[in-house]
């Protein structure tokens, strides 16, 4: 019965999920900019919660309850607080002035906004190349969790080739169907029931558990009294640092985050969802890690090594089999708020940074629009083809395993050495086209080197690598991006065709 349970409400979730699409079919232009950014008609609520349910993948219910059930609730500073008002900064720094940009301008992405500031195709194909390079993974990633996590709910009933391919196919569906505008409106559904779903849990759970509070904190104090107080080996300020600024910097330049910069309806939206977002954060992360920390205290036990998670295990223990349900069905809808994002920008970055300027510049609105649905199927289907092949383990189970989680964890900081350098870019005049590619491809050669190849770093495939004065590798290479970008740009030339004035003049009319 459970089973039956469980899949009516995901199969339920996709249909409301493809009705949203088809709703916001009815009223999308057969225009590109109308598919990639809803033709900029975002207000408050839907940019806001389209960041969030974006960004939240099965993280929020799985990994970050993990992390904060194997180390201890720190892990709320660095996800909840700091990346929350960090992001929140970068949100007006950076998207404050691509709105602006692409208010004045038209941009649909980051990379035609600097290959058009620096007057180069290289730099626009550069950027997308260097942000599908990190993409690809993530997709895999959240299609790998979807298929595992259908086969696990349903005890092998429905296998993980059948279960990612389903949850892809009404992925390729609504995104192909409605563009950004159905996927805006299905994650503010989304995110405003993982907020619903996962306070809910928290208060189960501390209503079921005999002693309340003074119950978890005593099994805390008695097993990890080190979780009642903060700092430990693995919460130092430097890790904490390099997490919290290697992920928000990264988030910044996530496509599927950064392309939403150019969405807001109106400067007040923009400035009023920043403003907001720290506090969205902070209501969603800090109940989802509690849960976590709290399986601890209660003496519940979970091999996080061997993929199982606490989060169920703590459900499956306190609240009844159909809630536990729908919190988990709710995680797999996260994986698909994240994916079905992705698939779109992805499309975008290809279609219109990389085959348009380099293949062919004449191609029409129309005939980018068809392009750019044809772009999402093939990003999807070569994505579950890939997470086929790596859940077959093709490199057997240990290698595949620990190389698909690492490149996803490194995707933070591999898309981080973006942020400095177009940073500079937007805000300094002086800044040359040869400034930007060299202080990218410094940052992205370096951070590579150090985690893929051993003769180099230590090639172990995570955010740090290593530590060197107590800071990870992503921090150093994002220093490097930015003194390479401003030292070559200071002994460089402007391209003739760039458009420094334009992108300078702001605010003078």
Not at 219 to 233: D, K, Q, R, V, W
Request: aromatic share 14%; glycine share 12%.
């Amino acid at each position: 019965m459970t089973v039956g349970l469980q899949m009516g409400i995901i199969i339920g979730y996709l249909f409301v999920a493809l009705g949203v699409g088809l709703a916001a079919y009815r009223v999308t232009d057969r225009a590109a900019e109308d598919f990639y950014l809803a033709s900029r008609t975002f207000g408050t609520v839907v940019l806001l919660f389209t960041v969030f349910a974006t960004l939240l993948s099965a993280f929020t219910f799985f990994g970050g309850p993990d992390t904060a059930y194997a180390f201890g609730p720190e892990w709320i500073l660095v996800m909840g607080l700091m990346d929350g008002l960090i992001f929140a900064v970068l949100w007006y720094v950076v998207g404050y002035k691509q709105w602006l940009l692409g208010q004045r301008y038209g941009y649909v992405t980051l990379g035609e906004l600097l290959g058009d500031r620096f007057g180069s195709r290289a730099i626009r194909a550069l950027v997308a190349g260097v942000s599908l390079f990190w993409l690809f993974p993530y997709v895999m990633l959240q299609q790998i969790g979807a298929g595992g996590a259908l086969s696990a709910l349903t005890d092998g009933t429905v296998p993980f080739v059948a279960g990612a391919t389903l949850i892809t196919g009404f992925m390729i569906v609504y995104v192909v169907l409605a563009g950004m505008r159905g996927i805006a409106w299905t994650d503010t559904l989304q995110g405003a029931f993982m907020l619903l779903a996962v306070w809910s849990a928290l208060l189960w759970v501390l209503v079921a558990v005999d002693g309340g509070i003074g119950t978890i904190n005593a099994g805390l104090e008695a097993t990890n009294p080190e979780f009642l107080a903060l700092g430990s080996e693995f919460y130092t300020a430097g890790t904490m640092l390099t997490f919290a600024i290697s992920i928000a910097f990264g988030v910044a330049m996530f496509p599927q985050v950064n392309q939403r910069f150019f969405t807001a309806s109106s400067e007040t939206v923009l400035k009023r969802s920043f403003a907001l977002w720290p506090l969205l954060v902070l209501l969603l992360f800090v109940p989802a890690f509690l849960l976590g920390t709290w399986g601890r205290g209660l003496g519940l036990e979970a091999d996080i090594g061997a993929g199982e998670s606490i989060l169920p295990v703590v459900l499956a223990e306190y609240t009844p089999a159909w809630f536990a349900a729908l919190v988990v069905a709710g995680a797999i809808a996260a994986m698909m708020s994240s994916s079905d994002s992705m698939l779109l920008s992805g499309s975008s970055y290809f279609t219109r940074d990389i085959y348009r300027p380099l293949v062919d510049k004449d191609l029409s609105e129309t005939g980018e629009d068809r392009l750019g649905r044809a772009g999402v199927v093939v990003f999807a289907v070569g994505a579950l083809a890939a997470s086929v092949w790596a859940e077959a383990e093709a490199f057997g189970a240990a290698t595949v395993g620990s190389i698909l989680v690492g490149i996803g964890d490194l995707a933070f900081g591999g898309f981080a050495q973006l942020a400095l350098p177009v940073i500079v870019a937007l805000y300094w005049r002086r800044t040359t086209g040869a400034g930007l590619v060299a202080g990218i491809g410094a940052s992205q050669a370096v951070y590579i080197a150090f985690n893929f190849l051993p003769e180099v770093g230590v090639g172990s495939l995570t955010l740090f690598s290593d530590t060197y004065l107590g800071w990870g590798i992503s921090i150093y290479c994002m220093l490097l991006g930015l003194v390479v970008t401003v030292a070559v740009s200071a002994t460089t030339t402007a391209n003739p065709e760039a458009n420094v004035d334009d992108h300078f003049g702001l605010g003078a009319d």
